[in-house]
């Protein structure tokens, strides 16, 4: 994406013919790739099992045993929750927080921290997951292709982990669930190699304009209302810094002298790399490891980062005349007699009575949502 001749992985080698009276003129020389070509397997993989994850949670939704109406209920346990309570034809969202999504309540009382990973997993519905896998392929096989499947793996699981964190320190309320802020972490990490790669490829400002407006235009879907930014911002910030990391190439007078055929002379390397991807690599791990240090540590503490920044939740989203950004929460009173509950939704004065067994307590919460909207 944006980047020319990456990928084909094709560089141009200068070399200078060698004179030699008992040799004769060696035979033109062709460009060649330097780089070897990764077969792609991982990022297939991780597709295959986002869509798995996402059918194991609508197995486990089943809605019609636990709602009323349903989405498309010819399904069966399969069909989707109705579209005031999910428009996206998805789960429930007690059914999400059961799975694994990113409940900040839990990570900081109950210390479920792999919340912060298993998120990355899960999607919200059929529209979300499907615009995200189709996302990784775009941007993924081409990278695993380039780097290889440890490295892109790393940048992937890494940056969804840097989405996650970012995000809980400042969205302290309600659920998170999807892949975003790993998919931003391969942008980030599509421009850190590019700029810590400087040197071996051609038409770089071209390049490096293109990748730019790709990234402007995805973080600035992100200040719309319902989207969580702040995941697309830790993700991107995470992989831009791990790209210097783990996305290093040699520079390109090395290529050159690694490359060069039998019969030419390449100018000679001193070193593998420059000196300015040393100092980024250096400077790069000490920020991802010290951030991610003071992420955690502030985030247990249960410390909310707007109470520190007043301007920091227009990165998230920016408020207009055509929608609001505050967060409808949704609050019932509630009463039970046996296993009579009735429910009352506070915001539009709706009252319903349910039958629930000990076992449906926990879709109280559900119901409420479903109550109010």
Same mark, same amino acid.
């Given at each position: 994406?944006?980047?020319?001749?990456?990928?084909?992985?094709?560089?141009?080698?200068?070399?200078?013919?060698?004179?030699?009276?008992?040799?004769?003129?060696?035979?033109?020389?062709?460009?060649?790739?330097?780089?070897?070509?990764?077969?792609?397997?991982?990022?297939?993989?991780?597709?295959?099992?986002?869509?798995?994850?996402?059918?194991?949670?609508?197995?486990?939704?089943?809605?019609?045993?636990?709602?009323?109406?349903?989405?498309?209920?010819?399904?069966?346990?399969?069909?989707?929750?109705?579209?005031?309570?999910?428009?996206?034809?998805?789960?429930?969202?007690?059914?999400?927080?059961?799975?694994?999504?990113?409940?900040?309540?839990?990570?900081?009382?109950?210390?479920?921290?792999?919340?912060?990973?298993?998120?990355?997993?899960?999607?919200?519905?059929?529209?979300?997951?499907?615009?995200?896998?189709?996302?990784?392929?775009?941007?993924?096989?081409?990278?695993?292709?380039?780097?290889?499947?440890?490295?892109?793996?790393?940048?992937?699981?890494?940056?969804?982990?840097?989405?996650?964190?970012? !995000?809980?320190?400042? $969205?302290? /309320? +309600?659920?998170?669930? =999807?892949?975003?802020?790993? *998919?931003? #972490?391969?942008?980030?990490?599509?421009?850190?190699?590019?700029?810590?790669?400087?040197?071996?490829?051609?038409?770089?400002?071209?390049?490096?304009?293109?990748?730019?407006?790709?990234?402007?235009?995805?973080?600035?879907?992100?200040?719309?209302?319902?989207?969580?930014?702040?995941?697309?911002?830790?993700?991107?910030?995470?992989?831009?810094?791990?790209?210097?990391?783990?996305?290093?190439?040699?520079?390109?007078?090395?290529?050159?002298?690694?490359?060069?055929?039998?019969?030419?002379?390449?100018?000679?390397?001193?070193?593998?790399?420059?000196?300015?991807?040393?100092?980024?690599?250096?400077? !790069?791990?000490?920020? $991802?490891? /010290? +951030?991610?240090?003071? =992420?955690?540590?502030?985030? *247990?503490? #249960?410390?909310?980062?707007?109470?520190?920044?007043?301007?920091?939740?227009?990165?998230?989203?920016?408020?207009?005349?055509?929608?609001?950004?505050?967060?409808?929460?949704?609050?019932?009173?509630?009463?039970?007699?046996?296993?009579?509950?009735?429910?009352?939704?506070?915001?539009?004065?709706?009252?319903?009575?349910?039958?629930?067994?000990?076992?449906?307590?926990?879709?109280?919460?559900?119901?409420?949502?479903?109550?109010?909207?």
């Amino acid at each position: 994406m944006g980047r020319e001749g990456a990928g084909n992985d094709i560089v141009e080698i200068k070399v200078h013919q060698r004179r030699e009276n008992n040799v004769g003129s060696p035979p033109p020389y062709q460009n060649k790739s330097v780089f070897k070509k990764w077969v792609p397997w991982l990022v297939p993989l991780f597709v295959v099992a986002n869509i798995a994850v996402f059918i194991a949670v609508m197995y486990v939704n089943d809605c019609p045993t636990n709602s009323g109406s349903c989405v498309a209920p010819s399904l069966g346990r399969f069909s989707f929750q109705p579209l005031k309570e999910n428009p996206l034809l998805g789960p429930s969202s007690s059914t999400l927080v059961k799975m694994g999504a990113l409940d900040v309540a839990r990570v900081v009382n109950k210390h479920q921290s792999w919340r912060l990973i298993s998120c990355i997993w899960l999607h919200a519905g059929v529209f979300h997951v499907v615009a995200n896998m189709l996302s990784l392929l775009l941007i993924g096989i081409r990278l695993e292709q380039e780097f290889g499947f440890f490295r892109i793996g790393l940048v992937y699981v890494i940056s969804g982990f840097g989405g996650s964190l970012l !995000s809980a320190l400042f $969205i302290q /309320t +309600g659920i998170s669930v =999807g892949a975003s802020g790993a *998919l931003f #972490g391969l942008l980030g990490g599509m421009l850190s190699e590019l700029i810590t790669n400087w040197t071996i490829y051609a038409n770089k400002s071209a390049a490096l304009t293109t990748l730019l407006c790709i990234i402007a235009i995805n973080l600035a879907v992100g200040l719309l209302p319902h989207v969580d930014n702040y995941a697309h911002i830790g993700g991107f910030l995470s992989g831009f810094f791990l790209g210097f990391v783990f996305l290093i190439r040699p520079q390109f007078k090395w290529i050159n002298q690694k490359a060069c055929p039998p019969g030419y002379i390449a100018p000679p390397a001193k070193s593998k790399h420059k000196a300015y991807q040393y100092v980024l690599w250096v400077v !790069s791990l000490i920020v $991802i490891i /010290t +951030g991610f240090t003071l =992420g955690m540590v502030a985030l *247990l503490r #249960g410390v909310n980062v707007n109470d520190h920044c007043s301007w920091c939740h227009y990165l998230s989203c920016v408020p207009t005349s055509l929608w609001s950004c505050k967060s409808r929460r949704v609050y019932c009173q509630s009463s039970q007699l046996g296993n009579q509950l009735n429910l009352t939704c506070l915001s539009n004065g709706k009252s319903n009575l349910y039958y629930l067994s000990a076992d449906d307590l926990s879709k109280v919460q559900q119901l409420c949502a479903q109550l109010c909207s």
